[in-house]
């Protein structure tokens, strides 16, 4: 039970980046030109939260087509007495 309460050393690496070392990477992302922040914080950001394991999906698309014909019937046929 002990190993299992134990974080590995990865997750306090993450706990780090989000905690302690958060500020001076803030300080770090906010004095780079644009193009070196968006690679930059994307790769942190894909560090500290891995994005989800790629799921191949297989589904049939069934299409079921309505056709609406418009027929001018005059208003007197309708409203009989």
């Known amino acids: 039970m002990a190993n299992r309460e134990r974080k590995t050393d990865f997750e306090l690496l993450v706990d780090d980046v989000a905690g ?5 990477m803030n300080a770090m992302l906010l004095a ?3 193009e070196d922040f968006a690679v930059a914080y ?3 950001l894909e560090y500290a939260k891995p994005k989800l ?5 297989n589904a049939t698309v ?3 087509k ?4 418009r027929v001018d019937i005059p208003l007197e046929e309708i409203i009989k007495d």
């Open 20 to 24: 302690k070392h958060s500020k001076r």
């Open 32 to 34: 780079m030109e644009d």
């Open 42 to 44: 994307f790769k942190v």
């Open 53 to 57: 394991q790629r799921q191949e999906l």
């Open 62 to 64: 069934e299409v079921n």
């Open 66 to 69: 309505i056709t609406i014909e």
